[in-house]
T-cell receptor
Framework: NAGVTQTPKFQVLKTGQSMTLQCAQD?????MYWYRQDPGMGLRLIYY???????DKGEVPNGYNVSRLNKREFSLRLESAAPSQTSVYFC?????????????FGPGTRLLVL | LAKTTQPISMDSYEGQEVNITCSHN???????ITWYQQFPSQGPRFIIQ???TKVTNEVASLFIPADRKSSTLSLPRVSLSDTAVYYC???????????FGAGTRLFVKA
């Protein structure tokens, strides 16, 4: 049981390049999330998916697109990367821990846009 | 979604009890309060969750007054390894959109 996995761990892009960040969970959770965290800051919600086949905007969706490929996978795409998108990106899935509902986070993808 | 306010940072010494308070004045009836811990270079991880009164688990206690407009995370006898950022999150279990605040940076000194 790997939990939430993210690839790649680290990526350097040039301004204008595109890339897709991959996220997968093996806990059979319905909901999945993408956050970004800038240095010294809290997490900001980019997009979320309440269930397979649905996606919704979070606080900071501009410049990003998402795909909920199936129940396990939720990808985040940067179509034209900008230096302002330099950040650490965390994927999470939501499910029960005992009787309490919580989010389980992946290890993060560190993205540097030059 | 309820907005949360926490102290930006706190310092403590090993062995002391640490209390971190979160304000959430516009909490809704169906909202739960959840606390997460984040170490550098890692994703947040769940610590404790509650709706009212007091909840205790093996790592922390959560105190919620009757009006539920604030909550206090209590960490007993902290160690150096408790140095982390702690986030208070208010959301209802039937909803999906979640907003993390800026968190509280706890620094535990020897």
């Amino acid at each position: 049981n790997a939990g939430v996995t993210q690839t790649p761990k680290f990526q350097v892009l040039k301004t204008g390049q595109s890339m897709t960040l991959q996220c997968a969970q093996d806990m059979n959770h319905n909901s999945m999330y993408w956050y970004r965290q800038d240095p010294g800051m809290g997490l900001r919600l980019i997009y979320y998916s309440a269930s397979e086949g649905t996606t919704d905007k979070g606080e900071v969706p501009n410049g990003y697109n998402v795909s909920r490929l199936n129940k396990r996978e939720f990808s985040l795409r940067l179509e034209s990367a900008a230096p302002s998108q330099t950040s650490v990106y965390f994927c999470a899935s939501r499910g029960l821990a005992g009787r309490q509902e919580t989010q389980y986070f992946g290890p993060g993808t560190r993205l540097l846009v030059l | 979604l309820a907005k949360t306010t926490q102290p930006i940072s706190m310092d403590s010494y090993e062995g002391q009890e640490v209390n971190i308070t979160c304000s959430h004045n516009n909490i809704a009836t169906n909202d739960y309060i959840t606390w997460y811990q984040q170490f550098p270079s890692q994703g947040p991880r769940f610590i404790i969750q509650g709706y009212k009164t007091k909840v205790t688990n093996e790592v922390a206690s959560l105190f919620i007054p009757a009006d539920r407009k604030s909550s206090t995370l209590s960490l007993p006898r902290v160690s150096l390894s408790d140095t982390a950022v702690y986030y208070c999150l208010v959301a209802y279990t039937g909803g999906f959109k979640t907003i993390f605040g800026a968190g509280t940076r706890l620094f535990v000194k020897a």
